[in-house]
């Protein structure tokens, strides 16, 4: 079974970053496109950035420009780092293997103004 554990959420003023990681346990990470997603109270969960086996990324507009994402393949790991942080970026953040559809429990991101 893979798991998928985030961590790094955190308590911010706005204007300030957090860097989000992402532990995938299983062998055929490399393989696996992945996903960011987030959920604000009260609202749908929301698709916030992916990249593929091969690297390449992509971007929701509300976050383009200020929001990174990356992984790590020796190291079985996707990475989201977020600057500029602003209320709205608040919510349940969820790592996503894009290519099994596991999701983690997702890391808490609280952005104050």
């Known amino acids: 079974q893979v798991q998928l554990v985030e961590s790094g959420g955190g308590l911010v003023q706005a204007g300030g970053s957090l860097r989000l990681s992402c532990a995938h346990s299983?062998?055929?990470?490399?393989?696996?496109?992945m996903g960011w997603y987030r959920q604000a109270p009260g609202k749908q969960r929301e698709w916030v950035a992916s990249i593929a086996s091969g690297g390449s990324t992509n971007y929701a507009n509300s976050v383009k420009g200020r929001f990174s994402i990356s992984r790590d393949n020796a190291k079985n790991t996707v990475y989201l780092q977020m600057n500029n942080l602003k209320p709205e970026d608040t919510g349940v953040y969820y790592c996503s293997d894009r290519r099994l559809n596991y999701w983690g429990q997702g890391t808490q991101v609280t952005v104050s103004s």
């Open positions: 299983g062998s055929l990470f490399s393989v696996s496109p």
